[in-house]
Protein backbone atom coordinates (compact mmCIF):
# COMPACT_ATOMS: atom_id res chain seq x y z
CA UNK A 1 0.00 0.00 0.00
CA UNK A 2 1.57 3.41 -0.78
CA UNK A 3 1.87 6.19 2.17
CA UNK A 4 4.58 8.60 2.38
CA UNK A 5 5.14 6.31 5.67
CA UNK A 6 6.07 3.39 3.61
CA UNK A 7 9.11 1.64 5.14
CA UNK A 8 12.17 0.88 3.16
CA UNK A 9 14.71 -1.20 4.09
CA UNK A 10 15.46 -2.11 0.66
CA UNK A 11 19.63 -1.41 1.30
CA UNK A 12 19.50 -2.66 4.98
CA UNK A 13 17.69 -6.51 3.66
CA UNK A 14 20.86 -6.80 1.03
CA UNK A 15 23.27 -5.91 3.94
CA UNK A 16 22.42 -8.33 6.53
CA UNK A 17 21.36 -12.06 6.46
CA UNK A 18 17.81 -11.21 8.48
CA UNK A 19 15.23 -13.72 9.57
CA UNK A 20 11.72 -12.93 8.07
CA UNK A 21 10.84 -11.72 11.77
CA UNK A 22 13.89 -9.85 12.58
CA UNK A 23 12.70 -7.69 9.15
CA UNK A 24 9.34 -7.25 10.67
CA UNK A 25 10.99 -6.31 13.76
CA UNK A 26 13.22 -3.28 11.84
CA UNK A 27 10.19 -2.30 9.78
CA UNK A 28 8.11 -1.50 13.07
CA UNK A 29 11.27 0.25 14.33
CA UNK A 30 11.11 2.59 11.45
CA UNK A 31 7.31 2.62 11.31
CA UNK A 32 6.11 3.60 15.01
CA UNK A 33 9.73 3.72 16.64
CA UNK A 34 9.09 0.34 18.40
CA UNK A 35 12.31 -1.01 20.60
CA UNK A 36 12.96 -4.43 20.44
CA UNK A 37 11.51 -4.57 23.75
CA UNK A 38 8.09 -4.17 22.99
CA UNK A 39 8.43 -5.76 19.94
CA UNK A 40 9.72 -8.92 21.84
CA UNK A 41 6.11 -9.28 23.15
CA UNK A 42 4.70 -10.23 19.72
CA UNK A 43 7.31 -12.41 18.49
CA UNK A 44 5.46 -16.06 19.48
CA UNK A 45 2.40 -14.33 17.72
CA UNK A 46 3.29 -13.88 14.27
CA UNK A 47 3.39 -16.75 11.61
CA UNK A 48 4.78 -17.24 8.03
CA UNK A 49 2.62 -17.92 5.25
CA UNK A 50 3.75 -18.54 1.60
CA UNK A 51 0.89 -17.70 -1.44
CA UNK A 52 1.03 -18.82 -4.70
CA UNK A 53 0.22 -16.33 -7.46
CA UNK A 54 -3.93 -16.14 -7.04
CA UNK A 55 -4.42 -16.96 -3.97
CA UNK A 56 -6.57 -14.77 -1.74
CA UNK A 57 -5.41 -13.04 1.26
CA UNK A 58 -8.95 -12.06 2.36
CA UNK A 59 -12.06 -12.21 0.08
CA UNK A 60 -15.04 -10.03 -0.62
CA UNK A 61 -17.76 -10.31 2.34
CA UNK A 62 -15.36 -12.15 4.94
CA UNK A 63 -13.82 -10.50 7.83
CA UNK A 64 -10.14 -9.48 7.67
CA UNK A 65 -8.51 -10.75 10.79
CA UNK A 66 -4.74 -10.52 9.62
CA UNK A 67 -2.37 -7.60 9.59
CA UNK A 68 0.58 -9.18 7.20
CA UNK A 69 3.87 -7.63 5.95
CA UNK A 70 4.97 -8.42 2.70
CA UNK A 71 8.10 -10.44 3.04
CA UNK A 72 8.15 -10.55 -0.94
CA UNK A 73 5.83 -10.27 -3.71
CA UNK A 74 2.26 -8.51 -4.77
CA UNK A 75 -1.15 -8.19 -3.76
CA UNK A 76 -3.98 -6.05 -4.63
CA UNK A 77 -7.57 -5.08 -3.76
CA UNK A 78 -9.89 -4.89 -6.03
CA UNK A 79 -13.67 -5.27 -6.63
CA UNK A 80 -15.91 -6.97 -9.52
CA UNK A 81 -18.44 -4.53 -11.55
CA UNK A 82 -21.42 -6.30 -11.34
CA UNK A 83 -23.06 -5.59 -14.29
CA UNK A 84 -19.57 -5.68 -16.61
CA UNK A 85 -18.16 -8.46 -14.21
CA UNK A 86 -15.04 -6.47 -14.67
CA UNK A 87 -12.44 -6.61 -12.34
CA UNK A 88 -10.86 -2.85 -10.79
CA UNK A 89 -7.79 -2.86 -8.52
CA UNK A 90 -7.99 -0.39 -5.98
CA UNK A 91 -5.45 -1.02 -3.60
CA UNK A 92 -2.05 -2.30 -4.51
CA UNK A 93 0.80 -3.88 -1.89
CA UNK A 94 4.25 -5.21 -2.11
CA UNK A 95 7.60 -5.81 -0.79
CA UNK A 96 8.54 -4.46 2.76
CA UNK A 97 4.70 -2.88 3.39
CA UNK A 98 1.51 -3.65 5.44
CA UNK A 99 -0.98 -6.42 3.18
CA UNK A 100 -4.29 -5.96 4.72
CA UNK A 101 -8.02 -4.64 4.21
CA UNK A 102 -7.72 -1.95 6.71
CA UNK A 103 -11.44 -0.92 7.15
CA UNK A 104 -12.37 -4.74 7.42
CA UNK A 105 -9.01 -5.23 9.72
CA UNK A 106 -10.15 -2.26 12.05
CA UNK A 107 -13.72 -2.52 12.29
CA UNK A 108 -14.07 -6.25 12.12
CA UNK A 109 -16.73 -5.79 9.59
CA UNK A 110 -17.50 -7.82 6.19
CA UNK A 111 -14.66 -6.30 3.40
CA UNK A 112 -16.10 -4.81 0.21
CA UNK A 113 -12.74 -5.98 -1.79
CA UNK A 114 -11.37 -9.45 -2.80
CA UNK A 115 -7.14 -9.25 -1.63
CA UNK A 116 -5.56 -11.35 -3.60
CA UNK A 117 -1.97 -12.60 -4.32
CA UNK A 118 -0.35 -11.07 -7.85
CA UNK A 119 2.50 -13.07 -7.87
CA UNK A 120 3.78 -15.83 -5.46
CA UNK A 121 4.15 -13.75 -2.04
CA UNK A 122 6.25 -14.29 1.58
CA UNK A 123 4.25 -12.69 4.40
CA UNK A 124 4.45 -12.62 7.81
CA UNK A 125 0.73 -12.05 9.93
CA UNK A 126 -0.35 -11.64 12.90
CA UNK A 127 -4.14 -12.22 14.40
CA UNK A 128 -6.24 -9.10 15.34
CA UNK A 129 -6.96 -10.98 18.77
CA UNK A 130 -2.98 -10.84 19.68
CA UNK A 131 -2.65 -7.42 18.21
CA UNK A 132 -5.59 -6.07 20.08
CA UNK A 133 -3.92 -7.89 23.46
CA UNK A 134 -0.28 -6.13 22.77
CA UNK A 135 -2.66 -3.18 22.91
CA UNK A 136 -3.77 -3.70 26.71
CA UNK A 137 0.16 -4.89 27.57
CA UNK A 138 2.45 -1.95 25.94
CA UNK A 139 2.45 2.07 25.14
CA UNK A 140 4.39 1.40 22.03
CA UNK A 141 1.93 -1.43 20.59
CA UNK A 142 -0.59 1.03 21.70
CA UNK A 143 0.63 3.71 19.72
CA UNK A 144 1.40 1.28 16.67
CA UNK A 145 -2.59 0.74 16.80
CA UNK A 146 -3.30 4.26 17.16
CA UNK A 147 -0.25 5.23 13.98
CA UNK A 148 -2.06 1.93 12.17
CA UNK A 149 -5.43 3.78 12.05
CA UNK A 150 -4.14 7.22 11.12
CA UNK A 151 -2.45 5.24 7.91
CA UNK A 152 -5.35 3.67 7.25
CA UNK A 153 -7.15 7.27 6.84
CA UNK A 154 -3.95 8.79 4.88
CA UNK A 155 -4.12 5.99 2.08
CA UNK A 156 -7.89 5.82 1.84
CA UNK A 157 -7.73 9.76 1.61
CA UNK A 158 -4.76 9.87 -0.72
CA UNK A 159 -6.66 7.29 -2.92
CA UNK A 160 -9.88 8.91 -3.38
CA UNK A 161 -8.10 12.53 -3.44
CA UNK A 162 -5.68 11.24 -6.62
CA UNK A 163 -8.61 11.15 -8.64
CA UNK A 164 -10.04 14.16 -7.56
CA UNK A 165 -7.13 16.15 -7.70
CA UNK A 166 -3.81 14.61 -10.13
CA UNK A 167 -3.66 14.06 -13.68
CA UNK A 168 -3.06 10.16 -14.24
CA UNK A 169 0.59 10.77 -15.54
CA UNK A 170 1.18 12.17 -11.52
CA UNK A 171 -1.03 8.80 -10.21
CA UNK A 172 1.38 7.25 -12.65
CA UNK A 173 4.55 8.79 -10.68
CA UNK A 174 2.95 7.86 -7.27
CA UNK A 175 2.91 4.50 -8.30
CA UNK A 176 6.52 3.94 -9.43
CA UNK A 177 7.63 5.67 -5.92
CA UNK A 178 6.08 3.79 -3.84
CA UNK A 179 6.25 0.38 -6.11
CA UNK A 180 9.14 0.71 -8.11
CA UNK A 181 9.34 -3.00 -8.71
CA UNK A 182 5.63 -2.90 -9.82
CA UNK A 183 6.58 -3.02 -13.83
CA UNK A 184 8.67 -6.04 -13.26
CA UNK A 185 5.86 -8.39 -12.06
CA UNK A 186 2.43 -7.47 -12.90
CA UNK A 187 0.98 -7.09 -16.44
CA UNK A 188 0.28 -3.46 -17.86
CA UNK A 189 -3.64 -3.87 -17.84
CA UNK A 190 -3.72 -4.36 -13.94
CA UNK A 191 -1.52 -1.06 -13.56
CA UNK A 192 -4.13 0.44 -15.95
CA UNK A 193 -6.90 -0.55 -14.01
CA UNK A 194 -5.07 1.04 -10.88
CA UNK A 195 -4.36 4.24 -12.56
CA UNK A 196 -7.88 4.09 -13.80
CA UNK A 197 -6.94 4.52 -17.52
CA UNK A 198 -6.66 2.68 -20.93
CA UNK A 199 -3.26 0.87 -22.12
CA UNK A 200 -3.16 2.67 -24.39
CA UNK A 201 -2.90 6.04 -22.51
CA UNK A 202 -0.98 4.33 -19.89
CA UNK A 203 1.66 3.35 -22.69
CA UNK A 204 1.72 7.03 -24.51
CA UNK A 205 2.80 8.21 -20.41
CA UNK A 206 5.50 5.72 -20.46
CA UNK A 207 6.87 7.07 -23.44
CA UNK A 208 6.54 10.30 -22.64
CA UNK A 209 8.28 9.90 -19.55
CA UNK A 210 11.57 8.01 -20.35
CA UNK A 211 11.65 10.39 -23.62
CA UNK A 212 11.40 6.96 -25.96
Not at 45 to 63: M, P, Q
Amino acid sequence: MESNSDISIQSYLTSYNMQEIDIVAYAFSQFAKMDSTAFELSKLNWKIKRYKKGDFYNEHRTVCKFLGFIIDGVFRSYVVDEKSGEEKNVFLYSGNQFVVTFKSFINQQPCDYHTQAMTDALVVYIHIDDLLQLYQQSHQWETFGRLLAQEAFNIAMDRAESFVFKTPEQRYLDLIKYHPQIFNNIPLYHISSYLGIQGPSLSRIRKRLTGK
